[in-house]
């Protein structure tokens, strides 16, 4: 049973069981997250990130140790999108035009992989890595979204 849970909760509510872009249904389904949980002072959107993000790693080894998937970056395993697009958007308003901007940079970032992202995705292979590239594509799409919000005034 605890496994069923936990592979609920990194597969994103399963949206990373979809066979066709996983990835993108799984920073999807960061959107509804992003709007209800995340709706604090930055001060607790930041300490409800960092606990995600230990409950994260966690949650990672312990399916690690139970063989809960085929690979330690298991193409299902959608965590890391869920973080690494809120570990930016908190810093931004809720709206819809920072949301699907933040959204589009975020998978651009993330299917691209430019170093140093790249770099994270091939060298650190551990539940530590799964996340630490997606928190990269994160800063990029951070400082492009920041740079749209504010260039334009």
Do not use: Q
């Not at 799984?26 to 509804?32: I, N």
Request: cysteine-free; aromatic content about 18%; overall charge neutral.
């Amino acid at each position: 049973m605890i496994l069923k849970i936990i592979d609920f909760i990194l597969t994103g509510f399963y949206s990373g069981k979809i066979k066709f872009m996983p990835g993108t249904f799984g920073t999807l389904s960061a959107v509804p997250i992003f709007i209800y949980l995340f709706n604090n002072t930055l001060l607790i959107n930041i300490l409800i990130l960092i606990i995600l993000f230990l409950s994260s790693l966690m949650l990672l080894n312990y399916s690690y140790k139970n063989n809960l998937f085929d690979n330690i970056d298991d193409k299902s395993i959608v965590i890391d999108e869920i973080i690494g697009y809120l570990s930016f958007m908190i810093f931004f308003d809720i709206n819809i035009t920072n949301i699907i901007i933040g959204f589009s940079l975020f998978r651009f970032f993330d299917i691209l992989k430019p170093f140093p992202i790249s770099y994270v995705d091939k060298k650190i292979k551990n539940s530590f890595g799964v996340i630490f590239d997606d928190l990269l594509a994160g800063l990029f799409s951070g400082i492009l979204l920041f740079y749209i919000n504010y260039a334009f005034l």
